[in-house]
Every structure is written in C-alpha cells, then in structure tokens.
C-alpha cells in the first residue's frame, strides 16, 4: 500500500485479557518498529525488526509484551493479560534500507484497558 | 541513552505570524526528524534532516550537528499547522530506535 497501515484503528478490553494489534508495513521497507505513546511516558520505543535478523525487544515493558513478524512483512504486536497502564496508542513504523534512516508511521491503534 | 529537549513547550499565535520551534540532543545523531501530529494523532513526516537546511514551502529546518540542535521554522501560519510538533533523533552509538522529545504544542489562533 501507499503508506503503513494498522489495525484495529481503536479496540477497548477488558483488563486480564489479551488483545493483538497488526501493522503492515510499507511494501519493500525491511525494517520495521513499535513504539507507543502515552499519557505519562510520551512516545517510547518497544521492538524493531530488520529482515532475518533477531529483534532488538529492548524497549518492550514486561514479559507480556511480544511481537513477531511473519514473512518479513507483516508484524502482530501481542499484549497479554492487559493492565490499565497497557493503556495507549500503539503506533508502528517501517523503513527501507538504504541511504537514510527516515521512518514512516501509521495512523496507530488506540488501546483501552478497562 | 541520548536525550531530546524541545522548547517551547507550548506556542500560542495568532495566524500569520512566524514561529521557531527548537530541538536540543545531547550526542552524536544519524538521524533527526521533525514530526506533525496531527489531530487524530498520525505522525507526518515533515523532515529528514540530520544535517543542513531543507525548506518545503512554509516550512523549513536546520539541523546544526555539530552543536547539537534543530530549529523548525514556520512562516505565515496557518490554523491547520495546530498540532504537537516532534523532534526525534537516531544515536550513532547502538540500536535503531528513534527517540522522541516531549514535543512543542503549537496553537494557531484565527
């Protein structure tokens, strides 16, 4: 497509259940990133993809945080056991890889935990 | 890590006027780009500029590197340049992650 698309664009849960949110990047970028925004922490990294290699999760919170990449393509970010603090937007970024390191960003998913 | 300071935190004009939003990064930077918000929350690509002065009509950047700061300029604004402005910078030293300031909150006035 012409630009990163993400899905669901809203979804509200129940606190304790797990949610999935999709990101596809833009077609040919190989790298791929999640990061969230909130309230009190602003925009921060979670994970970031680049082709084969292994994922760079160093910014995921807690072990209930994961994310997988299938294909190279598209990316499904997994929340377990939500908290209320889990409350954000989940924005997701892909770039391609060459002479700069410009990322493009989703419209991202809005998260309520209830 | 590195740090991104953004001043001022908000910015109220009224339309036409001029603003300078300003970047701060305390290391060395692969990449530096200013970011729209807009009012559903997309993040716009407004610059790529690690380096250099880019202009794109109303809007144009400079990134000093070497002094480690980034200036956005806007002319003549206009009620839909209201928004978050961002500013985020990728380390030379370590992983790919961007890193954000807290944002400058711009709001034009009719």
């Known amino acids: 497509g012409a630009g990163v698309s993400q899905s669901p664009s809203n979804k509200v849960t129940e606190k304790g259940k797990d949610v999935e949110l999709r990101c596809d990047p833009i077609s040919g970028h190989t790298a791929l990133y999640w990061y969230r925004q909130s309230l009190g922490q602003g925009l921060e990294f979670l994970i970031y993809f680049q082709g084969n290699s292994a994922p760079d999760k160093s910014g995921l919170p807690s072990d209930r945080f994961s994310a997988e990449r299938t294909g190279g393509s598209v990316s499904t970010l997994t929340i377990q056991r939500t908290q209320q603090e889990d409350s954000a937007v989940y924005l997701c970024?892909?770039?391609?890889?060459?002479?700069?390191?410009?990322?493009?960003f989703g419209p991202g998913t809005r998260l309520t935990v209830t | 890590g590195i740090q991104v300071e953004q001043s001022p935190p908000d910015l109220i004009l009224q339309e036409g006027a001029n603003s300078t939003l300003r970047c701060n990064f305390s290391?060395?930077?692969?990449?530096l780009q200013w970011f729209h918000q807009n009012p559903w929350g997309q993040l716009i690509n407004l610059f790529y500029?690690?380096?250099g002065t880019k202009q794109n009509g109303r809007l144009s950047a400079t990134t000093v590197a070497t002094e480690r700061y980034s200036l956005l300029y806007i002319s003549s604004s206009q009620t839909t340049d209201s928004g978050v402005y961002f500013c985020?910078?990728?380390?030379?030293?370590?992983?790919?992650?961007?890193?954000f300031g807290t944002g400058t909150r711009l709001t034009i006035i009719p």
């Open positions: 970024a892909s770039r391609s890889l060459g002479a700069t390191y410009e990322q493009y």
């Open positions: 500029i690690p380096s």
């Open positions: 290391d060395s930077v692969n990449n």
């Open positions: 985020a910078v990728l380390s030379n030293f370590g992983n790919e992650k961007l890193t």
